[in-house]
């Protein structure tokens, strides 16, 4: 008797699901392995976490759509958002990400 087509991969989507779960658990030890060296070598060399955010990259977006999905650094051409935004009557000080403070 064979088996059916169906069946087969059935089967087959069953052992990909298998190995995609194992390559997960294999990914994951081998990030605790790494992070545990990270962590030996932040205790040997006495470096608090806190240092680290001196290396993490800041966002130089000046200028953003309000949502955080779009941003522009204010250089370079113009994205379509904004275009799109100043063709509806805003003006670019409307997109900025930090407005400056109003005058007393």
């Known amino acids: 008797m064979t088996i059916s087509k169906l069946e087969e991969i059935k089967a087959m989507e069953a052992k ?4 995609r779960q194992e390559a997960a658990k294999e990914i ?4 605790k392995v790494v992070m545990a060296e990270i962590l030996s070598h932040m205790q040997e ?4 976490l806190s240092e680290l955010s001196l290396f993490a990259r800041t966002s130089s977006s000046k200028y953003s759509d309000g ?3 779009n941003t522009w650094s204010g250089k370079g051409k113009k994205p379509a958002w904004v275009v799109t935004a100043l063709a509806a009557g805003k003006k670019l000080e409307d997109l ?3 407005k400056p403070a109003a005058d007393a």
């Open 96 to 98: 900025l990400t930090v």
């Open 28 to 31: 994951a030890e081998g990030k």
């Open 45 to 48: 060399n006495k470096i608090q």
């Open 67 to 69: 949502g955080g999905k």
């Open 16 to 19: 990909l699901e298998h190995m």
